[in-house]
């Protein structure tokens, strides 16, 4: 599992980093119930106007999008939204499973 993880790690983590005013970023990974949960919290607000909101979330997709094709690759799923976090911000996650990870660049 570790090529795959390494990616979406750094893929993420390469979001926040671009998006977050602040100069810290959140990383947690889980490895439960057969799946790798990676999960990313950044400080950057969800935008009132919801003409920004969209620009913000199209731009966000665009970074993501090699996140986007290994997740699916892996047979996994991902995605991103407003924090549940005090403060607020937005959390990026990606769950990989085992198999799919594990097949990830030979598949």
């Not at 005013?21 to 400080?43: H, T």
């Not at 620009?55 to 924090?83: I, M, N, Q």
Request: aromatic share 8%.
């Amino acid at each position: 599992m570790t090529d795959a993880a390494v990616q979406v790690v750094s893929e993420l983590a390469a979001c926040a980093c671009s998006f977050t005013p602040a100069a810290e970023v959140y990383v947690s990974l889980r490895y439960r119930d057969g799946d790798l949960r990676v999960i990313l919290y950044d400080g950057h607000p969800r935008h009132l106007n919801p003409r920004l909101a969209a620009l913000c979330e199209s731009r966000r997709r665009a970074a993501l999008r090699v996140l986007s094709c290994v997740v699916k690759s892996c047979c996994g799923d991902w995605g991103f939204g407003e924090t549940r976090e005090p403060g607020g911000g937005t959390r990026m996650w990606a769950v990989l499973p085992r198999e799919g990870a594990r097949s990830y660049l030979y598949g």
